[in-house]
């Protein structure tokens, strides 16, 4: 007792002589991979950018993105061969359970995969989500009904826990000068993964019907079509898994008796700021309203960019007679290929300055705002065909998918400058379980949307896919007022 009294007289005076500014004198400990990470940081300006854990970051977030949209292009035809729809109107409210099953598992373990992070660290969370796509989504490709692939999605859902680790991770391995460059990687390859998956879907499904020279009926690409697409994510994700283990650990990991010091500082320090009449900040992530509001933010986004992932596959290879495109799967996977070197280009070299110049609100809200007359000329754009068709709608898939992710990543930064590194995890966890509930709901409503939508190609108001191109924008609306104060507050006025 006596040794502790000394102690808390000692932190009390080290708080006075700070004249209450209450920050705590920069001390690392040994054998600690946090402490290291932050050294590393003040040699920034001979370093430089950490390009190896850039690039291994970059391809772990692209594995686990890679299979999340992936089944999209050929959803439709996996339904139809299911035999559970009675009527081909009906295949896309049956393809949104399938769609929102991912989500589904991820909303569920999300905030525990996030304490798991905080607790135990960034790197084993990364690596177990990673291994999870090689088994889960093997096992989806070789689903023989619809039930089955409900249920390996939902696995694989819950299973791949690592984007909210990661966004923590890459605001903890950078210096910050390069903070918003590093969470920009995040959001492009987790962007590029949500295209060039359904690139893939779109390429290398059906073989044996695409490729019959190649690929006979009875091979086990003719007897399981979807299945080489899944084949080939889960490969690159093997590869991504060896990698993992190469990523050094950010989290903070100090010995039990300097954890007491450090928390009987912070105890001192809350009570003397409290005593000054400064406010305290506050442990719980609900009442961290920079926190909670870009999250709801993030979520409206995620949902509308759900719900238009699947519209947009099953819009255009859709028969034209329901107001679709009538394209191959190979035809989504050509549009969207496009689209991801436009997105990798974009967000490498012309959001970083973005960013800094704006700040990550005003850019969300004018990505917002420059999406919903964007959304609205799809409808038109499928008046047309030949060259002009696909000239236009690369264009517009080009620029969609820009706007989209600079809006995610802008609420990545918010979410990660807004809490503290013990935090971090859980409150990327929360920011996961949050959107993916969201994100679930988008798949469903959307292929029931779609269903209803092609039965109403005779309305007088807003026939057809217009009608569901028109909600698209009325969700991107709600979302672009909801980065106005007072309900968004980034922390630091921008």
């Known amino acids: 007792m006596a040794a ?102 991820r909303a569920l373990t999300s905030v525990p995969w996030g304490m798991a992070a905080d607790h135990y660290g960034r790197k084993p969370v990364i690596i177990i989500g990673t291994i999870s796509v090689v088994i889960f989504n093997t096992l989806f490709g070789l689903s023989s009904n619809f039930w089955m692939a409900v249920f390996t ?3 694989l859902g819950s299973m791949n826990g690592l984007l909210g680790p990661i966004k923590a991770y890459a605001s903890e391995i950078f210096h910050p000068k390069y903070q918003a460059l590093g969470i920009s990687t995040i959001s492009t390859a987790w962007g590029i993964g949500l ?11 059906q073989p044996a019907e695409k490729y019959p020279g190649i690929f006979s009926k009875d091979s086990l690409f003719g007897r399981f079509p979807y299945f080489m697409p899944c084949l080939a994510i889960s490969a690159f994700a093997a590869v991504v898994a060896v990698l993992c283990f190469w990523l050094p650990e950010s989290l903070h990991k100090h010995p039990e008796t300097e954890k007491h010091e450090e928390a009987l500082y912070e105890r001192l320090e809350t009570a003397s700021l409290e005593n000054g009449s400064t406010k305290a900040p506050t442990k719980s992530l609900l009442r961290n309203w920079p926190l909670v509001s870009s999250i709801i ?9 759900m719900a238009y992932q699947e519209i ?16 191959t799967t190979e035809d989504v996977g050509s549009i969207l290929s496009i689209s991801g070197f436009g ?66 990543t802008c609420m990545f930064i918010i979410q990660n400058r807004v809490v503290d590194q013990d935090q971090r995890g859980a409150a990327n966890g929360l920011a996961m379980t949050t959107m993916s509930l969201f994100k679930a709901a988008g798949p469903a409503a ?26 698209l924008n009325v969700v991107e609306a709600i979302g672009v007022l909801m980065t106005f104060k007072p309900f968004l507050d980034s922390g630091n006025g921008r």
Request: aromatic content about 14%.
């Open 4 to 105: 502790e009294e000394q102690q808390q007289q000692q932190l009390k005076q080290r708080l006075l002589e700070n004249k209450g500014k209450a920050k705590k004198a920069k001390h690392y400990y040994e054998g600690c991979p946090g402490c290291q990470m932050e050294r590393s940081h003040e040699m920034a300006a001979s370093t430089g950018l950490p390009i190896r854990q850039l690039i291994i970051m970059w391809v772990v977030v692209l594995g686990s993105a890679l299979p999340i949209s992936s089944l999209f292009p050929f959803l439709y035809f996996m339904i139809r061969d299911f035999h559970i729809a009675k009527r081909e109107e009906d295949i896309g409210f049956y393809a949104g359970y399938v769609g929102c099953a991912f989500m589904l598992g």
């Open 312 to 327: 947009f596959s099953l819009w255009a290879v859709s028969p034209r007679r329901f107001g679709g495109l009538d394209y």
């Open 153 to 155: 999605r939902f696995l």
């Open 195 to 205: 295209i060039i998956g359904p690139a893939i879907g779109g390429f290398f499904a």
């Open 446 to 471: 959307g292929g029931a949307l779609f269903s209803w939508a092609q039965k109403r190609g005779d309305a007088a108001f807003l026939p057809g896919v217009q009608m569901i191109f028109f909600l």
């Open 343 to 408: 997105l990798l280009v974009f967000q490498t070299f012309l959001y970083p300055y973005m960013e800094r110049l704006l700040g990550p609100v005003l850019v969300a809200r004018i990505c917002g705002v420059l999406s919903i007359p964007l959304l609205s000329s799809y409808p038109f754009i499928a008046m047309l065909s030949g060259f002009g068709l696909s000239m236009l709608l690369n264009c517009a898939s080009i620029a969609k998918n820009v706007l989209a992710i600079s809006i995610v």
């Open 297 to 305: 933010v993030y979520s409206v986004f995620s949902l509308h960019d």
